[in-house]
């Protein structure tokens, strides 16, 4: 697993292309060991750590943002081979591209078609069917990922679930018995899932993700007519775009000249559109020196056009928690635990230091007649027959109140006999 997040000294995630290469004082989120930041040519800028590589690194669990930056979408080399060589009057390979998502079956023109997913393997798919196919992945990843992390913090309960295998008596409906052995399967499941993980490693890899999401939401996509259509570019910042121009004039000075520059369009929090963007137009693309982000567009309309058809990204409540940094719901609840465990603590502490000096702890004994006589309407309503529930409603006080004068009224009743 490639690591392209790692924490500073005040706890914040800090990513790869924020730092310089070489040796940091950064560390690693998972073992708190010092990082190195790898940034060659052979392969993505990611962290290493400065020395011995830690268990939770060799791993097999893919962090990375669905369809973000790996359009084969992980798919086996054959069934990647079989998705190019496809032709539609070949159905050499289709069950296996069936099988994989990649085509379905139209009836109504009785042909088999590329699938939204097979078609972004290929660069075939638009930018907003891209962005329609990709945001519910993003939010499903994220959705296992907590819920791992949750399984693990509930992990005692999960695992008495799992370990008790419901057998059927004969007093059991089938449907109850059913759906004992249905929660006895998930929590299996569940529990087979999270073996061998521990909180702090899961809750670091919701972080990651969610530190990932966060940094795409931040970014607004630009794209840019360079010296009257002879260029465009496609980018992301987080900056205003004056100060972006401005780096850009700079990077251009030795090999164009000082050549105009115009914003065509911008697209907020749509970082997740401009690696697609490149994948998609490849063969259009233009290396300017040692610049990948230039592309040639004969008829740059159409371009523009596609781009545009994209609706304007409105957040979602739960993309703007994500966006301002809030901590995820399990991370919450975790905190408000340990809250309420250190107020437990301390009231235990305390009851047991007033007891050490001989004071009178917990609530005051209240006199048997003094409560009766405040509650007398209670014992009146009793006394009539009335059950506890009936009681409650009529009197307008708690169970626990009526109980309490029940037992009251019994007693009292035991010391007159």
């Not at 496809?86 to 994989?100: A, F, G, N, Q």
């Not at 695992?159 to 059991?172: G, I, K, L, Y």
């Not at 000075?253 to 520059?261: E, F, K, R, S």
């Amino acid at each position: 697993m490639w690591l392209r997040y790692a924490v500073n000294t005040s706890g914040e995630l800090v990513y790869i292309e924020q730092v310089k290469r070489g040796r940091t004082a950064l560390q690693c989120p998972y073992c708190g060991g010092l990082l190195t930041a790898k940034k060659g040519q052979q392969v993505a800028p990611h962290f290493a750590h400065t020395g011995v590589t830690c268990r939770q690194m060799d791993r097999e669990n893919n962090l990375d943002l669905p369809a973000y930056d790996n359009f084969n979408l992980h798919l086996p080399g054959k069934v990647l081979q079989a998705l190019r060589d496809w032709d539609s009057d070949h159905w050499e390979h289709v069950h296996t591209l069936e099988h994989y998502g990649l085509v379905s079956h139209n009836d109504f023109v009785d042909s088999w078609q590329l699938t939204k997913k097979g078609q972004i393997p290929l660069g075939k798919l638009s930018l907003m069917l891209f962005c329609h196919f990709q945001e519910p992945l993003i939010m499903a990843r994220y959705a296992e990922l907590e819920a791992i992390a949750t399984d693990v913090y509930n992990r005692p309960t999960l695992e008495s679930v799992a370990a008790v295998n419901p057998q059927r008596t004969d007093f059991e409906s089938y449907a109850a018995y059913d759906a004992t052995l249905t929660v006895y399967y998930e929590a299996r499941t569940r529990f087979t899932q999270i073996d061998g993980m521990d909180l702090d490693t899961a809750l670091a890899d919701l972080r990651i993700y969610r530190a990932q999401w966060r940094r795409i939401l931040g970014l607004t996509l630009y794209f840019l007519d360079i010296n009257d259509g002879q260029y465009h570019k496609i980018g992301v910042t987080s900056r205003p775009m004056a100060e972006r121009l401005a780096e850009i004039k700079i990077d251009l000075l030795p090999l164009l000249g000082d050549v105009p520059i115009r914003v065509i369009d911008t697209f907020d929090h749509r970082g997740n559109v401009e690696l697609y963007f490149k994948h998609r137009f490849a063969d259009s693309a233009v290396q300017l020196g040692v610049l990948t982000e230039y592309f040639h567009f004969d008829k740059p309309k159409s371009i523009i056009t596609e781009l545009r058809r994209m609706k304007p990204k409105t957040l979602t409540d739960f993309e703007r928690t994500v966006l301002s940094g809030q901590p995820a719901d399990i991370e919450r609840r975790i905190k408000r635990d340990q809250i309420e465990m250190k107020r437990r603590s301390a009231i235990v502490e305390g009851m047991a230091r007033a007891q050490a000096k001989g004071r009178s702890i917990g609530r005051p004994v209240t006199d048997t007649e003094a409560f009766l006589l405040q509650y007398s309407v209670v014992a009146d309503a009793l006394t009539t027959g009335l059950s506890l529930r009936k009681t409650a409603n009529e009197t307008g006080v708690t169970m626990g109140t009526v109980r309490k004068v029940q037992r009251l009224l019994a007693k009292k009743q035991v010391d007159r006999e």
